[in-house]
């Protein structure tokens, strides 16, 4: 049935004494409708679906150029219009869009006068890529933009024309910083268009997100709309179908949720949100009062000091695990009995020592998490920032916790949990952008139906990028880095020095000072200064040395005469196990056609080396690397640990989304066979 909302009267209805309009229940049925949550296709059905994603990507550029170039010539037509003439047409061609019966035309219309409505708000005159990156997102594709396009305005122009259609419009950003700085800079351009626009932050209280969530355009980031989406199911005893929460408005005059639908999605670094962040699910928990474990992660994690690695235990440092050899599992037989008496199984004391172990060998201080008020607080790998309110579970926390020598939290129980994966392919209408898709094409299709469209850059890239320098070591490393960074400071050109952990931009900011070098460190620790020292970096003669916080949607501008001396020149000093984080960092750059420089600086013990390759493969590179023609060696070996991360995280994901289905399918038939 379809609801002509436009000749509804204005009806009222009274029910337990609060007054709810029927307009306002329908539209908040067609909210919360969500798209059937069907597994990804298999076999034949597979093929054929990646043979229509390969016709999508091959004709959609072409066609898209041509239609942008299209709306860009006929927004000269509107140039010649006063303010409120062209504001009083863009309100027509809002309704127009909103009754959805002109698609293509009026698509093309809108964006036409929208490029003019950009340029008398925001002094930002859309160019014809930016269009053709709009009307993709509109089309529900992924488009590929090179840093410094202008992501943010392309991504505006498409907001206005989704929010116009109806359902809201969630924009999803990498983090709180941008979500906020996005959403203001954008609010002149959104209220002029007749829509509202807010953000969702991880300070905010319930009542706060409510409002904002009720905006046409939302700014949040992933882990915050999931956790609300999560946390409206827990609100909800009998589901969150659009027919129980009418039912609960009319009941109770309004539904117990934060969110309000989820129509539309434009999900910005799209590849880190779609595709690294697909690992790890998303956990709704409170805590639970455990004293016996706390006891027993404490003995555990004294117990784990009798421990030899290689002699009673390996690390698998890819796999994230450690395997007890014979001599381990003699001495747990040994001590297992000083263990609290629930704790005496061999399954249970095997899993506390493993954790104790994990703890020691896997997870460390200042780059995994720091510790805050006497607490552990994790580190996001990918953004480098901190996770507030995050802990890890099984136990984990409290050994890491033990490790430390702090005091032990209570452990938590799930209440509901869901990966990234999944979420995202509930909206109705999903589309993404990022600088970087190499090598991900193929798994954004498959899972996502996202074919991606390359954007053509408006201004040839200038960014030199230099061959990478090797070093046995990593100390050999870092002084070659200090060395670097002095000799371009003398030369007056701003660096920027990307490192993996807070450990190592704090180590490498003393040896740079201890050189007489000045230099500014962002990290976890000091991201309440993230908008000043950006700001900063790129004017002549500063240095700053950043983790992850500095790559993805971080828009460095340069200070007067430095583009003259060769623009910002980017140290890396360890690159990742996704090569896409390394050019998001280089990325930071050669923007908009200016000039820029990169290089990187590896070493044979770097983390993405040792952890696929065995400890006397390590020792032979390290020998290879001071031979004359070694670098070449060592750097084929680098980039093959480089890929074959790649492809175990690929098929993490895939096994990980098969066996989300797989169990869904298993409670389905539990739950039938008690019925």
Known sequence: MRFDQARLPGNITKNRGRIVVVRDIIQDYSAYLIREDRPPLSGLDALVHRLQGQVRRRWGRRRLYVT??????????????????????????RHRVRMQREEGDIIEHALSYLVEAADRTLSMRPYPVQLMGALALIQQYAIQMQPGEGKTLTAC????????????CHIITSNDYLAQRDATLMQSMYERCGVTVGCVLGSMSRRERQVNYRRNIVYATSKELLADYLRDGLALPDGRTPDQIMLMRLERGTADTVMHGMHTAIVDEADSVLIDDATTPLIISVPRENRMLKEAVRMASRMSSKFVAGEHYTVNRRQQEIDFTDAGLRLIEEIHRELPDIWRTRSRSEELLKQALLARELYELDRHYVIIDGRIVIVDEQTGRLMEGRSWSYGLHQAIEAKENLPLSDPVSTNARMSFQRFFRLYKHLSGMSGTFQNVEHELWHVYGLPVVRIPTRLPNRRMVMPDRVFATKEAKFQSVVEEVVRWHRRNRPVLVGTRSIAESEMLARLLTEEGVRCRVLNAVHHREEAEIVAQAGQAGCVTIATNMAGRGTDILLGPGVEEMGGLH???????ESRRVDWQLFGRSGRQGQPGSAQAFVSVED???????????ILTLQKVSR???????????????QRTSEWSASLLRKRMLHDDYKMDEMLSFARNGRS
């Open 570 to 576: 980017v140290i890396a000093t360890e690159r990742h």
């Open 627 to 641: 031979v004359r023609g070694g670098s070449a060696v060592v750097l084929f070996f680098y980039r093959l640990a």
């Open 157 to 168: 122009l498409a907001a206005i024309v989704l929010a116009w259609r109806g359902g809201s």
């Open 607 to 617: 983390h993405v080396v040792c952890q696929v390759f065995p400890h006397w493969f």
């Open 68 to 93: 942008a170039c299209r709306i860009a010539h006929a927004a000269e037509g509107p140039a010649s219009m006063d303010d409120p003439t062209l504001f009083r047409t863009l309100e027509e061609i």
